[in-house]
C-alpha cells in the first residue's frame, strides 16, 4: 500500500510518521468524561470542561495558521506539542473544575496548533502534482494512529487513568524530538521577506472569493461526518444496543479507512480531485442519514461501511485544495482556516447536532444529513472551474493597502 504514496519527498514521510507517533498517544479525551467521574466531578459539572475543550479547538488552529506564517512551521509544530504536553500534566493535575477547564483550553488549544503548521509545511516541501497524495498520506497517518490508540486507551484505562496521560504527553515529545532533528525549518515567504503582500492577519483568507464559498461547504460536509461521534451513539443507545455495539463499529470505521485509503488513492488518482471529493462526500452524507433506518448491529455495520469507503475517497482531498489556492506566502493562514471551519463543525455536530436529535427528532438530524451533505459536495463540484484556473495559474489574492490602513496582527 505504501507504494501507492512513491515519490513524495522525505518532508512528508517524516511528517506521516510523527503524525502516527503524535495520534497513538490519543487517548485521554475519549476517556476524559470517565476520568473527571473518577476525579468526583458531577455531571452537572462535566460539560463546563468538555466545553472548554471545545473552545480550545477554536482557538488553536487560526493562532496555528497565524503564527506558522509568521515565526515559521517548524516552531509552531514544537510550540504546539509541548504546549500539548504540558497540558496534559495540567490536566491530571488540576485541583478543581475552574483549573480543569482551563488545563482543557490549553489541551486542545495546543494540539490544534499542530495541523495548520504541518499542512503548510507539506504544501512548502511536496510539488503541486503530489500534494493530492502528500495530504491523503497525512490523513491516513491519522487514522492509523487513531486506530491503535482506540486500542490501547481501552487497556491503559482499566491499569489507571495516569497511564492515559503519561503516553498522551510522552507521544507529543516524541514527535517534538522527530519534529526538531528530521524536520526542516519550514520558514514561508512571509517570515523570510518583509515586503509579504498578503498582511498580517486572516484577511487575505476573507479577501479571497474561493475560500468565502468553500469554507462554508466544506464546514457542513465536516459537520455532518461529526455526526457520527454524537448521533451514531445516541441511536445505537434509542435502540437498546449495548456499548459494545458502538465499540465495534469505531473499529469497523478505523479498519476500512486505514486499508481501503491507499487502495482508493490507486484507483481514484486518474480522476481529477473535485469529482472525487463529490462522489465522496455524498456518500458519506447517505451513508450516515441511513443510520435512521438501521436497527441492528448488522444494519448499522451496513451504513459504517458506505461512509467509511466515502471517508477514504475524500480522506486529505480537501485539505490539497485548500493548499493549491493559498498564496505561498500565506499557506500557514489557509490551512488554519480550514482546519478553524473543522472545529466549528465538530462544536456544532457536537452542541446543536444534540439538541436538534433530542428534541425536533432522529430523522431531522438524518434528512439534513442526506440534504445538506448532498447539496454541499454539489456546491463544491460547482466550484470546480474556477479551482481548476486556480491550480493551474494561481492568482495572486490582492494586497491590502497597508499604508493607508494597516491589518491588525490578529485573527
Excluded: C
Amino acid at each position: 500500500m505504501l507504494s501507492t504514496f512513491s515519490g513524495l519527498p522525505r518532508t512528508a514521510w517524516i511528517i506521516f510518521a510523527g503524525t502516527i507517533v503524535n495520534r497513538i498517544g490519543y487517548v485521554v479525551t475519549p476517556f476524559l468524561v470517565f476520568y473527571l467521574g473518577s476525579r468526583g466531578v458531577s455531571t452537572q459539572q462535566v460539560p463546563y470542561v468538555l466545553g472548554a475543550l471545545g473552545a480550545g479547538n477554536l482557538i488553536g488552529p487560526a493562532v496555528g495558521g497565524l503564527l506558522a506564517d509568521r515565526i515559521g512551521r517548524r516552531p509552531t509544530i514544537l510550540a504546539g506539542l509541548l504546549g500539548t504536553a504540558t497540558a496534559q500534566g495540567l490536566l491530571y493535575a488540576a485541583p478543581n473544575v475552574l483549573s480543569l477547564a482551563f488545563a482543557a483550553v490549553l489541551l486542545s488549544a495546543a494540539g490544534s496548533m499542530v495541523s495548520p503548521a504541518t499542512g503548510a509545511l507539506m504544501t512548502d516541501a511536496v510539488p503541486v502534482d503530489g500534494r493530492r497524495r502528500a495530504f491523503s498520506l497525512f490523513h491516513w497517518g491519522v487514522n492509523i494512529g487513531t486506530a491503535v490508540a482506540g486500542i490501547l486507551g481501552g487497556f491503559l484505562a482499566a491499569h489507571g487513568y495516569w497511564l492515559l496521560f503519561l503516553v498522551d504527553a510522552t507521544t507529543s515529545l516524541a514527535f517534538a524530538g522527530i519534529a526538531v532533528t528530521l524536520l526542516p525549518g519550514g520558514r514561508g515567504r512571509a517570515t523570510r521577506s518583509a515586503a509579504s503582500t498578503s498582511g498580517a492577519g486572516y484577511g487575505v483568507v476573507l479577501r479571497d472569493p474561493l475560500m468565502r464559498a468553500l469554507l462554508p461547504l466544506f464546514g457542513i460536509g465536516l459537520m455532518i461526518y461529526s455526526l457520527t461521534e454524537v448521533a451514531l451513539p445516541l441511536a445505537i443507545r434509542d435502540d437498546g444496543l449495548s456499548t459494545a455495539t458502538l465499540g465495534v463499529m469505531a473499529t469497523l470505521n478505523a479498519v476500512l479507512v486505514v486499508v481501503l485509503q491507499p487502495v482508493a488513492l490507486h484507483v481514484l488518482s486518474r480522476f481529477a480531485q473535485v469529482p472525487v471529493f463529490v462522489a465522496g462526500s455524498v456518500l458519506v452524507a447517505v451513508g450516515i442519514a441511513l443510520t435512521g433506518v438501521a436497527h441492528s448491529p448488522w444494519a448499522y455495520a451496513g451504513t459504517v461501511v458506505l461512509w467509511s469507503a466515502g471517508e477514504a475517497a475524500v480522506g486529505g482531498v480537501a485539505g490539497a485544495i485548500v493548499a493549491s489556492l493559498a498564496p505561498e506566502d500565506a499557506r500557514g493562514r489557509y490551512q488554519g482556516a480550514f482546519q478553524w471551519t473543522w472545529g466549528i463543525a465538530r462544536f456544532t455536530a457536537l452542541s446543536v447536532g444534540t439538541g436538534v436529535y433530542a428534541s425536533a427528532g432522529p430523522a431531522v438530524v438524518w434528512w439534513f444529513s442526506a440534504l445538506a451533505g448532498t447539496a454541499a459536495a454539489l456546491g463544491v463540484g460547482a466550484l470546480a472551474p474556477k479551482i481548476a484556473r486556480r491550480q493551474a495559474a494561481p492568482v495572486p489574492v490582492a494586497p491590502p493597502t497597508a499604508e493607508l490602513h494597516p491589518e491588525p496582527a490578529s485573527v
